[in-house]
Every structure is written in structure tokens, then in C-alpha cells.
């Protein structure tokens, strides 16, 4: 395939914010395609060259990508700084000096084979040298590109195509170029990247073998699989009444979601709840876990957190989050800050997939695998029968410095769901039957400029949920509060990414803020309650048409959710579900009306 229709499939795409239309886009450009074409088209569509849990990174700095820009184009470097700072892109900059240009004559036109490849080289082009070598190779790849192509070629290396497509609509694309279409085509599509995490991997299997290719793929050390996530529900016994009154409560850990990779022989390998391999930060978990874990290979899940090793007291959970992301003095932080690994769920054992096994059979093989140490231990847990056990099993818990219970149904039917939030899951805090104190994981999708104090910079953002059902992000508050100044001189750096000239495909809200930006940086808020808003669009006509649903004195909490995407946010459905318990309690705690 030419590099030419992928690219005027990208300004379609960006063209359009309707999931449908997006739909249709990408499967007519998929349904041509064989492997390795195929994958690689899917890859690129996300701005990645492969899944993204392998973390490969172009290592293309802005400056970079200049100096590839004028080269290309014959002109001085300055000269595309200073257009690239009016315009606020390097794609449309290149695009502009590019403009009129067809392919010089004696080159072939760009190919999708020929610009994987390259931007494969540049990835893997390190150390002494390799500045220069990749500057050669992105000018020489857009020295065989028109306009069109430079500026999607140049947004790519930056990390900042805005095409805006999401996982889901690609899966969307796939059962429609693939599958016919229909519904449970398309459940088994998503069932095999669950498992996989791997879109590619997922499309070459239903192009070669149709749908029964699919059951082909399963877990595989090195390959994590997507997590199966919570709901909530507003009281204990509503917990247990969801669980048909037989539950296995746990101590919720408040730390970092870990899965663990223990091959046969070799590294053990660590992911977080987004999948992005953090081996590095927790070389005494990789180690105990090898010594902890003895039916290899297998997968474990659970959770880390800080502990004091001299009291075994859990600590808090910023001090974890210290340790995320360095990579230096990691020997100082492994003896400053101290981790344990809670676990509490085994997908693979001596090389046997477990995930299918109802939850109570898992938890006795996970007992039956582990033999725990200081790091590494078994979620505290108890099956409960009645209110009572459970409520004097949450105060235990919250005693031991969880944050609440996780509620687990052992019922038939509790397999692992990987990547999907049902009840089969319940999380619980005990501060859920006190108004709404419990936290919202929102995704910064606007900011407003600040008056007075903070005038000349972001004063309040825009935050949105996630909703997972039409793959979009809808707005839920407006936030200002509890940033102090450092955190608010810190945003536009951590914002700058995400920059976008207009409203992003799939971002729904009432608001005008002064600038957008496209869904990625998640923050911790807080608020006093949920109202119904004709501002706000999250869960919009869930309660009352026209209406969406509002957090009422929002707080960011300080906490960034580095640890979380942006579609692993709080979600639309989860709101709503806040704003009904809190109509139940509301109801609850009224005085009853004189007969
Ligand atoms: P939340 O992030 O609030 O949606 O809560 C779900 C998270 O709780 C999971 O993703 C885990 O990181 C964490 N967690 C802590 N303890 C447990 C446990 N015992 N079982 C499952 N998840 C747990």
C-alpha cells in the first residue's frame, strides 16, 4: 500500500469526530490488507510501531525533527522554528514549505513497507551517532514524500497524530472488514485482545483463519493481558445482595496494580495496570518473585505497596508513586521506600491457564503456587456470608491501612473477565455511605486561563469521563481547586503533549475552554456531590434527558494517575452509578413523612 492512502485516511479521520463515520474509514482501509501490512497500518494508526505494552519509542526530539524539516525542504533552520512556533505544529509547517510538491521525479513513491521500515531503524538507531543517523533517515524519508505525507510523517516521529483513533474503534473496524460486523463477531474480537493486548496480532490471526483463528490465541509470558476491573455499588449488603449473598472479601491494597511475568527460566517482567513494563523500578519484586513463584511460567496479579518492613505497616500510597518513572538511585528509593506485592489473582500456572477457572479455584491455586515472603504476600481474604462478617472485615481492613474491600464473586460464572468492569468485582469503601467523598479519576480535556493570582496561566481545567460503550470522553466538572503553585506551574508541561487546536475527536462537552486538549493526562478529583447538568455531558439523558451529570465542588486530590490511561479513567457508567447510591442514601437518611 502506498503511504499516500494511509495518509488521506488520516485527514479524513481527523476530519470527522463521529465513531461511525471513523468505522467506516478505517475498515475500507484495512479490508486490502494482509499481514504484515495489516498490523503494521494498525500500529502506525495508533502512533505506534508495535503493541503498545513493548514501549518501543522513536527517540525523536522536536529539535530533531527540525533540522530532518529544513534539510528536506532546503530551507534554514530557523526558519522552521519560527513558523512551526506561529502555527503551533511541525506537520502543518512541513506540509506549508511543502506545498505544490508531487514525489521528486526520481523517487518511487512512499510505500507503507518502506516507511515502517525506516521509522523501525530510527527507533533502534542508539547511542554514539545515532542523532545524527536518525536526522539522515527522516530526511531521507521525507524527501520521497508530498506535503500530505511530510506533515502526517512528521506528527507521527513527534508522537502527536491526531487522528484520534482509539483501540475500540479499531476493533469496531475489524469485525466490520473482517467479520461482517456483526455484534458477536465483534465481542470475539475484543475477547482475543484482551488476552493478547495486541491489535496486530489479533488482525493477522482473522485475516488468515476467520474468526476460529481467534481461539488460537491465548496467554503468553511477556504478553499481559488486560485487566479485569471493579464496580461499586453503595453499601455492603448491596454488595452481597449482587452476589447472591456469598462474597470473597479482600483487603483493597491502595498502591500500583502489578501483573507479573515469571517465565520458565529467565527475567521475571512486570506491567502495570496500563501495561507499561516497569521491571526496572522493582528489581526486589523481579528477584523475590522468582524465588516466591514456583509453578513457572505463570502469571500473577496483585497490588504493590510501601510498607515499613520493621512494623509491616502499609504506607501511604504517594510514596510508592515516588519510586514510578525513576531510573536513577533506584538502589537509594528500593531501601528508602520499601514495597510489597499483595497477590491476589494467578492467570497462568506451570504454564496452565487459569484465567478460565472460577475465581474460588484460582484463589487455591494462586495459594497453591505462591509461597509468600517479606515482599511477596497473599491478599488478606475472607468468604463471607452475612453484612456483619463483612462490615467487621472492612473495619479489619481499613485498620491494616487498605482502603476498603474488594469484593469477589466465587459463584459459577467467575472467571477472569480480562479488560472488562462487572460485578463479578466490587469495590467498596467504607466512605461511600457518607456523601460522596469517594474519588473520581478524571481526564483533563480543556484548560481555562486563570485570573488575579493566576493570571498568565491555566487557572481551572476541563475534566471528562470516559465513556466506554461510544469510545468517548464526556465533561463532568471544571477544576481549580487544590492546585497549589507548583502543581499549576508544572501542567503545561505535563499538558504539552496533548495540545490541540480544536475540540478532539470524540470529546463531548458544553464548555468552551481556551484551550483543548486531546484525552491523555489523568488527575485524582474529589467533589461534594453529582447534580444533573445541561453544561456537562457525562452520562447525559442517563437520568433526565438533555441532562448530564455534574461534580459539585470539584478538588483535584495532588495525586496524577500517571498509572492510568485515559480510557482506564473513571467511566460515565461508573458516575452514574455514584449518582444513584447517592440518591438511595439520599433517600435513606430522609425523615419519614408524618403519615
Ligand atoms: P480502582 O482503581 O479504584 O478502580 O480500584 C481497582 C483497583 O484496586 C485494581 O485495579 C487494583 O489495582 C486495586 N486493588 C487493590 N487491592 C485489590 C484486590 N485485593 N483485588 C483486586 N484489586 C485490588
Redesign the pocket.
Known amino acids: 500500500m502506498r503511504y499516500a492512502e494511509l495518509a488521506a485516511a488520516y485527514e479524513r479521520l481527523e476530519a470527522t469526530s463521529k465513531r461511525l463515520e471513523m468505522r467506516a474509514i478505517l475498515a475500507e482501509l484495512f479490508r486490502p490488507l494482509k499481514p504484515p501490512e495489516l498490523p503494521h497500518v494498525l500500529y502506525l494508526s495508533q502512533g505506534l510501531l508495535r503493541p503498545e505494552y513493548e514501549g518501543v519509542e522513536l527517540g525523536v526530539a522536536d529539535s530533531l525533527a527540525r533540522r530532518a524539516v529544513a534539510a528536506a525542504a532546503g530551507v534554514d533552520e530557523a526558519k522552521v522554528r519560527h513558523r512551526a512556533k506561529e502555527l503551533g505544529d511541525l506537520g502543518t509547517t512541513v506540509a506549508e514549505l511543502f506545498a505544490g510538491r508531487t514525489t521528486l521525479a526520481a523517487e518511487e513513491p512512499l510505500t507503507v513497507a518502506r516507511v515502517y521500515a525506516v521509522l523501525e531503524e530510527i527507533a533502534h538507531s542508539s547511542g554514539e551517532g545515532s542523532q545524527e543517523a536518525k536526522v539522515k533517515a527522516l530526511t531521507g524519508l521525507l524527501g520521497a514524500a508530498t506535503a500530505l505525507e511530510a506533515k502526517y510523517l512528521v506528527r507521527f516521529v513527534l508522537g502527536t497524530l491526531r487522528v484520534g483513533v482509539r483501540e475500540m474503534t479499531i476493533l469496531d473496524a475489524l469485525a466490520e472488514a473482517f467479520a461482517g460486523g456483526g455484534k458477536e463477531s465483534r465481542t470475539r474480537i475484543e475477547a482475543a485482545f484482551n488476552l493478547s493486548s495486541d491489535l496486530g496480532l489479533v488482525a493477522s490471526a482473522l485475516v488468515d483463519g476467520g474468526l476460529p483463528a481467534l481461539d488460537t490465541i491465548s496467554l503468553e509470558v511477556g504478553r499481559p493481558i488486560r ?4 464496580e ?1 455499588e453503595p453499601s455492603l449488603a448491596e454488595v452481597l445482595e449482587r452476589m447472591e449473598g456469598k462474597a470473597a472479601l ?8 502489578v501483573q507479573a511475568h515469571i517465565p520458565r527460566s529467565g527475567p521475571v517482567r512486570l506491567f502495570s ?1 496500563r501495561l507499561e513494563e516497569i521491571s526496572a523500578q522493582f528489581p526486589e519484586l523481579v528477584r523475590e518473585l522468582a524465588h516466591a513463584v514456583h509453578a513457572k511460567p505463570a502469571i500473577v ?3 504493590c505497596v510501601p510498607i515499613d518492613l520493621d512494623t509491616d505497616e502499609i504506607q501511604p500510597f504517594q510514596e510508592v508513586s515516588r519510586r514510578r518513572g525513576r531510573k536513577h538511585d533506584l538502589d537509594k528509593a528500593q531501601e528508602e521506600i520499601p514495597v510489597a506485592l ?1 497477590l ?2 494467578v492467570l497462568l500456572a506451570g504454564g496452565e491457564a487459569t484465567y478460565g477457572l472460577d475465581f474460588a479455584d484460582r484463589r487455591a491455586r494462586l495459594e497453591a503456587t505462591v509461597r509468600p515472603n517479606d515482599r511477596i504476600r497473599l ?3 475472607e468468604v463471607v456470608t452475612d453484612v456483619d462478617a463483612a462490615a467487621r472485615f472492612l473495619d479489619e481492613a481499613i485498620a491494616a491501612g ?2 476498603g ?2 469484593a ?1 464473586s466465587v459463584g459459577p460464572g467467575s472467571s477472569y473477565r480480562a479488560g472488562a ?1 462487572g460485578f463479578w ?1 466490587i ?1 467498596y469503601k467504607r466512605d461511600y455511605t457518607v456523601g460522596l467523598t469517594d ?1 473520581i ?1 478524571g481526564v483533563v480535556v480543556g484548560g481555562f486561563q486563570g485570573r488575579g493570582r493566576r493570571a498568565g496561566r491555566y487557572g481551572a481545567f476541563l475534566l471528562a469521563v470516559y465513556d466506554a460503550e461510544k469510545d468517548r470522553f464526556e465533561s463532568f466538572c471544571k477544576v481549580g481547586s487544590g492546585f497549589d503553585d507548583a502543581a499549576l506551574a508544572e501542567m503545561p508541561k505535563r499538558l504539552a503533549p496533548f495540545d490541540s487546536e480544536e475540540r478532539p475527536a470524540g470529546v463531548e462537552t458544553g464548555l468552551a475552554p481556551d484551550r483543548w486538549f486531546r484525552p491523555g493526562l489523568v488527575l485524582e478529583v474529589r467533589g461534594a456531590e453529582l447534580t444533573l447538568s445541561p453544561i456537562h455531558r457525562a452520562a447525559r439523558g442517563a437520568v433526565r434527558a438533555e441532562l448530564g451529570l455534574a461534580l459539585r465542588f470539584p478538588r483535584f486530590t495532588g495525586r496524577y494517575r500517571d498509572d ?1 490511561g485515559p480510557t ?1 479513567a ?1 467511566t460515565s457508567h ?1 458516575l452514574f452509578e455514584m449518582y444513584r447510591g447517592q440518591v438511595r442514601q439520599a433517600v435513606a437518611e430522609a425523615p419519614d413523612e408524618p403519615a
Open positions: 485487566p479485569m476491573l471493579a461499586r479482600e483487603y483493597k491494597y491502595d498502591g500500583l496494580r495496570r496479579e496483585g497490588e499483595f491476589f489473582d491478599a488478606k481474604q487498605g482502603e474491600v474488594m469477589k468492569r468485582w469495590k474519588s479519576d492510568k482506564d473513571t461508573e
